[in-house]
């Protein structure tokens, strides 16, 4: 039984929540959002919740009991609040830039790195700090692995692409041995 599958999940006042077939619309002040629905999960909506119940008994039918009730509570947050993430990019000569649809990262290539950040996404850029603002929980997070994946840190010294609450595990650089010492 799923604990989380079982509790409603509330809406707030300014947000519509429609059912089309197999398709959950999330409408809000932050944007509108879509959710396809498994065929076996029933999604009942009142005037100010949303219940989630499966058909079956099937083991596989209920795993997605609770996946699709935290799905649709991520949109609903998304739509009233949105999400954010941070990421840090530390190393010498390592720059961020934002020009509108674009963010370009010197990286320590030998060319600037281009990407295009995604229509329903913000991105602003502070020092060398990259805050990715939007309402899709999964796509905010997508797209900052993809620009963490350019340069991941690296343990030694610490450079690349970092979230800001992730810690880096340092490891000891080489260490020297004294050859010839004592005499």
């Known amino acids: 039984m799923s604990r989380i599958g079982k509790k409603p999940v509330i809406i707030p006042s300014g947000v519509k929540v429609e059912k089309k077939d197999l398709e959950l619309v999330v409408t809000g002040p932050k944007g509108t959002l879509h959710l396809a629905l498994h065929p076996k999960i029933k999604v009942e909506i009142s005037d100010k919740e949303v219940a989630v119940s499966v058909g079956g008994a099937n ?36 720059k961020v830039a934002t020009v509108p649809g674009k ?6 290539f030998s060319h600037p790195v281009e990407v295009e950040v995604p229509k329903d996404l913000t991105v602003a850029v502070e ?29 030694y010294k610490g450079k690349g692409i970092k979230y800001s609450d992730e810690v880096i595990l340092r490891k000891a650089g080489k260490v020297v041995k004294v050859v010839g010492g004592g005499k």
């Open 103 to 108: 963010l370009t990262l010197h990286l320590g």
């Open 127 to 155: 020092k060398n700090v990259i805050s990715i603002f939007g309402a899709d929980k999964q796509k905010v997070g997508q797209f900052a692995a993809e620009i963490r994946e350019l340069k991941k840190p690296e343990p």
């Open 59 to 94: 083991k596989r039918e209920k795993a997605l009991w609770g996946l699709f009730r935290a799905l649709i509570q991520n949109q609903i947050d998304g739509v009233v609040k949105g999400f954010e993430k941070k990421l840090e990019v530390i190393g010498v000569g390592f």
